[in-house]
């Protein structure tokens, strides 16, 4: 139960991502953004960085450095993705994520491909696709964004399943800790952000620095959205199992509806909701059969006693 919960906050912070980005997006551009949570978050990880059994440097840069690339692009093209289209949009969107996890680790290290998982993967690329047309087709449906916007979160979203499959060979077949990468793959988003804040234009509202609101949401972002969220996500697992991730593929598109049409009155059209409910049932149809066997194994434990 208190891995549950745990994966609950999680949801709950991830869901209220958009919101703090589109709050953040009217004074900052998104590399500015991104760098910054990037900082932060790393400036707040470092205590578990220095618990952690330390491999060697070249191990590092040869082993998670790369995998560790594929988080920052997503972090840099999210908020890009996040100025032209909707916090639902991106909600749903990212909720696809084990759809092209699934295709990657067929690809790249070879998973098994059931019957099942295509199904569900083509059903899903379907509401995704909803996603990226029905904009145009619907004369500007707020609740599907924009086609720009949400091709740009596509990009994001195949960097950061990327980084998925690949986080999750250094842990299963290279051995690395999961912390360990997380902090790593932080550090890299620090350095390549800043590479990048190098060469793009800006736009910074330099009266909202001192602004306590705005600070308060990049404490926010960096803390709680990105840190906390990750280590209860990790314990949650490791109480648990790896079918805890289906949970929160469900549970955070709910969330951020929520937050969206509270704070920013975003409504949910029949059009929208039908193709979130693709998404919904291709991510399920690949994920729920771990998660439904899971259930059953804690049913049973629960009645042996």
């Given amino acids: 139960m208190k891995a549950i919960i745990a994966v609950i906050i999680a949801s709950v912070f991830w869901g209220s991502a958009g919101i703090v980005a589109k709050v953040l997006l009217v004074h900052f551009d998104p590399f500015t953004i991104a760098l910054l949570r990037a900082i932060l978050a790393s400036v707040f990880i470092l205590p578990v960085f220095f618990h952690q059994k330390l491999p060697s440097l070249q191990s590092v840069i040869k082993d998670i450095v790369p995998i560790s690339m594929l988080s920052a692009i997503n972090i840099g093209i999210y908020y890009i993705g996040m100025q032209r289209t909707t916090v639902n949009a991106s909600a749903v969107m990212y909720a696809a994520t084990p759809l092209l996890v699934t295709i990657i680790s067929a690809v790249t290290i070879h998973e098994e491909m059931s019957v099942s998982k295509i199904v569900g993967i083509l059903i899903g690329f379907i509401g995704v696709l909803s996603f990226l047309i029905l904009p145009e087709l619907g004369h500007g449906d707020i609740g599907f964004g924009t086609p720009v916007g949400n091709l740009i979160l596509l990009v994001a979203i195949v960097s950061w399943s990327g980084y998925i499959v690949g986080s999750r060979y250094l842990t299963n077949t290279k051995h690395y800790n999961p912390m360990l990468i997380t902090s790593v793959s932080m550090f890299t988003s620090v350095v390549f952000l800043f590479i990048v804040n190098l060469f793009v234009p800006h736009h910074i509202d330099a009266a909202a620095l001192t602004n306590p609101t705005i600070i308060a949401n990049f404490l926010y972002l960096g803390l709680f959205v990105t840190v906390v969220t990750y280590v209860?996500?990790?314990?949650?697992?490791?109480?648990?199992?790896?079918?805890?991730?289906?949970?929160?593929?469900?549970?955070?598109?709910?969330?951020?509806?929520?937050?969206?049409?509270?704070?920013?009155?975003?409504?949910?059209?029949?059009?929208?909701?039908?193709?979130?409910?693709?998404?919904?049932?291709?991510?399920?149809?690949?994920?729920?059969?771990?998660?439904?066997?899971?259930?059953?194994?804690?049913?049973?434990?629960?009645?042996?006693?």
């Fill in 232 to 305: 209860l996500f990790q314990w949650a697992i490791g109480q648990l199992s790896s079918t805890t991730a289906s949970l929160t593929n469900y549970l955070q598109p709910i969330f951020a509806f929520f937050f969206a049409w509270i704070f920013f009155g975003e409504r949910i059209t029949p059009a929208f909701l039908f193709g979130s409910l693709l998404v919904l049932l291709g991510v399920f149809i690949v994920t729920g059969d771990r998660l439904l066997e899971h259930v059953r194994l804690f049913r049973t434990k629960r009645r042996n006693g």
